[in-house]
């Protein structure tokens, strides 16, 4: 598809949607990108029962708010020289901990999403089962309401954990490094 600024009354209007913008203005790779995280960032949040996802909601669409009009700001030079591609591939991250490693913690997270989505079933199950009995289910909500926040607070923190040791032993090295040469 062919790049164009487009009219500024419609670029802000589609700008508003995250992703919706970019494919007006005929990035659609970048556009797709952005709609799906943002919408799925939404998803998982009221899936999961998880506020931490909903938190990333307002990153995500200040990004692509602010993403358009950047793109519509540059020269035309600079404009149509702008690559159509997933900004995903390009984020430092992904070299810093490698393809490998990367591909490894993906699939870690989908293992969780998907724990935690069997665990939602079991637990509705259990409880319907409990009220059919006529026992108070009260106490069987709190605690299997709050065991995927725990997990998922416990994985973030530990996350976090290794990202300073990793830091840090990059400083060390770096150190090392400097006082060899």
């Known amino acids: 598809m062919r790049m164009r ?18 494919m007006y203005m005929g990035f659609m790779k970048q556009g797709a990108m952005l709609m799906t995280l943002f919408f799925g960032c939404g998803a998982l949040s009221g899936w999961l029962n998880l506020d931490i996802f909903g938190y990333v909601l307002p990153v995500i669409w200040f ?18 020289s702008v690559e159509d591609t997933f900004n995903i591939g390009e984020w430092k991250f992904f070299d810093v901990i490698g393809q490998e490693r990367c591909r490894k913690y993906f699939a870690w997270a989908l293992i969780l999403i998907g724990c935690a989505g069997l665990w939602k079933i079991v637990t509705n199950s259990v409880n319907r089962v409990l009220c059919y009995f006529d026992i108070s289910t009260q106490l069987w909500k709190n605690v299997t309401g709050e065991i995927p926040q725990v997990v ?14 990793g830091k840090k032993q990059q400083l060390e090295d770096k150190e090392r490094e400097e006082h060899d040469a």
Do not use: D, T
């Not at 990004?63 to 404009?79: M, Q, R, S």
């Not at 998922?152 to 040791?165: C, D, E, L, R």
């Open 5 to 22: 600024k487009g009219n500024g009354f419609w670029r802000f209007c589609f700008s508003l949607l995250p992703g919706a913008g970019e």
């Open 152 to 165: 998922f607070s416990v994985i973030i923190i530990y996350i976090g954990v290794q990202m300073i040791k």
């Open 63 to 80: 990004y692509g708010f602010f993403h358009v009009h950047n793109l519509a700001g540059l020269p035309n030079e600079e404009f149509y």
